[in-house]
């Protein structure tokens, strides 16, 4: 099978002021038409980095990304993008906010179709009394639909999802991983998805890609997620594999947990290792790591409470 | 509890007692320290004419008093509307641009603190070639350059303070140079422009006497001089009263407004 998106020898330095950081460094992933992939690593690590690159909301340093056979320069709606935060502007409607992506995409289509457009996704993603309101008047679950019908409403070559639910209890969170796998099974788009939740990895992706820790992050494992689709949330955890394939993952993340501390190399500031990013993403907190005991180290623990 | 039904219209006692305790102070003043200020029963005899038949003409400078102000709320509008579609963009330039804020920061923060009394003079220098509209367009180019840097200031300062998530939007969904003005950035900075406007006119009617003082204009400050000149000193006060609750109401209107967009 040919790849859909290619990235290669993928870098981002950014200039300090005790010379350059490199967040992520010769970073390569391929991804095939249709697959959903994620990208799992600890706050800071770069995955975020490698996304809003591929988004083109962050310049790349070095190397390059091929989305269908043509090399990515800057931002542009055929990529949907769901961000951590809704991002949702709020002098519009639901309604509003969904439509103006539609009309950069399908300026060509009357403005009767594109009405219908907006108003199937937002139907689809359950707001079909609601798509009228502003944001204002919506819950952060609401608003967090409200994106992600904005980007399948321009049925983009790609989906890529900034630790969408993030923000999100997990009550709200597994609804909206629902609405998200049923949209996507839909639609079968190519999608690279960015979190820190285990469970939400396993039960969404084909693939788990594990980013090992900045600075100069790369891949550091892949694993195939080979539960059977569509997928229900009580069958896959109940799947034999599951618990095998989440231990592999916290294990993982605790052994690179533990990796920069003990190297006690000099690290970049932390202002220039989480560039232009909300402070509320770091839930799995760095300094946490630094004298907890493996087991009980705050972010593993955090982890398996989600369950 | 038997101040309960005086703490219900303490919003109308409370002032009222303000305003009289004001008056008082007043009276005393001209019974004590100043001979030469009327009184406030004096000023209201000298003055009820003018407020009783508040739109007569009788002379090109003896008018009523809503007469005048009316000339002075037009004059001020012509001039605060220059400032606005001046200001306006020159906000809008200076929040997007890094370099023209470093042009034109250094300049703006010069020329900002210039009373209007110094403007004014260089604005009927400005148009000696306009002959008899001198004085107009002189005016409304010291309310302009006086009444714009607030809404300057706000402008640019409400452009920076748009929030990147709504720039990255409209870069994700590679929207058009005037489809992200219209549609992202000026909306996103509607309220501090608004702040803006609301200063800015405040600004416009404080010039607007030293203007028509000044010029000589018709109009309250140009009415308040004259009759300094002419020694009818009750109408000066008169003419302080009218601007103070003009300018109040003027304030209150565009706060209503301003709230209108705060809260959209």
Known sequence: MSNYVELSKLTKVYPTPNGPAVIVKDFDLKIQKGEFVTLIGHSGCGKSTVLSMLAGLNDITGGGIILAGRELSGAGPDRGVVFQSPSLLPWMTAFENVMLGVEQVFFTASSEERREIVEYYLTVVGLGDAMHKKPAELSQGMKQRVGIARA??????????????????????????????????????????????????????????????????????????????????KAVMEHPDYYRLREHLIEFLEIHAHRRPVAGAPSPPSAGDRPAKSPSKAVLNPAGYESAPLANSPESRSLIAIK | MNNNPLKKIDWLLLPLIGFAVGVGLWHLVSQTVSKDLPSPAKTWAESREYVMKPFEKRGEMDQGILRFTWYSLILVAKGYAIALIIGT??????????????????????????????????????????????????????????????????????VRAIPQDYL??????????????????????????????????????LVIVAAEMLTGRPGVGGFLWQEYNALNYSHIILCILTIGVVGFILDRLMSVVERRFKTA
């Open chain 2, 168 to 205: 990255n939007v409209a870069k994700v969904l590679k929207l058009s140079r005037t489809k992200t003005l219209f549609k992202v950035l000026i909306p996103a900075t509607l309220p501090y422009m608004f702040t803006g406007f609301r200063l800015s006119l405040g600004i416009a009617w």
């Open chain 1, 152 to 233: 399948f409403a321009l049925k983009p070559k790609m989906l890529l999802l900034d630790e969408p639910f993030g923000m999100l209890d997990s009550l709200t969170r597994y609804e909206l991983q629902q609405v998200l796998i049923e949209l996507w099974r839909k639609n079968k788009i190519t999608a690279l998805m960015v979190t820190h939740d285990v469970d939400e990895a396993l039960f969404l992706s084909d693939r788990i890609v594990c980013m090992t820790d900045g600075p100069e992050a790369e891949v550091g494992d892949i694993l195939e997620v080979h539960f059977p689709r569509p997928r229900e949330r």
């Open chain 2, 89 to 158: 963009p020159v906000g809008f330039f200076l929040g997007l641009s890094k370099s023209f804020t470093k042009t034109f920061d250094p300049i703006i923060q010069i020329l900002r603190p210039v009373s209007p009394l110094a403007w004014l003079p260089l604005g009927l220098v400005l148009f000696l070639g306009a002959g008899k509209q001198a004085s107009e367009l002189g005016a409304l180019f010291t309310i302009a350059v006086c009444a714009m840097w607030p809404t300057v200031l706000n402008t640019a300062v409400g």
